[in-house]
Structures are given as C-alpha cells and as structure tokens.
C-alpha cells in the first residue's frame, strides 16, 4: 500500500498539470485576442509615455 501512498501525489499534480496546460492552449487567440492585445498596447503605451516624460530641471 506504500506505493498507492507514493504515486498519488506526483499522479495529482500531473492531472492539474495538464489541465492548467489545456485552459492556456484553449485561452490562446479566439474571440478575446483583440481586446488581449489592445490591453497590452495600451499598457506599453503608458509604460513608454511615463519613461519618456523629461524630469523638471532644478535651478
């Protein structure tokens, strides 16, 4: 029975493994890749819009 006890949880995590692995594939591109991708435009956007705002000189 030590081996039961032994391969359940390499077993376990295999199956959430895979299950986490699918819900990636199936999440990929579809219907929701515009709005994906114009978020992450839109957070680039902001990303490189705050880097290049110039400092106030000190006098």
Do not use: H
Not at 20 to 30: E, Y
């Amino acid at each position: 029975m030590d081996y039961v006890s032994a391969l359940l949880p390499p077993a376990v995590m295999a199956v959430f493994f895979i299950g986490v692995i699918r819900v990636i594939v199936k999440t990929q591109g579809g219907a929701n890749k515009a709005k994906e991708d114009a978020a992450v435009d839109a957070a680039l956007a902001r990303a490189e819009g705050a880097r290049q705002t110039p400092a106030r000189p000190e006098a």
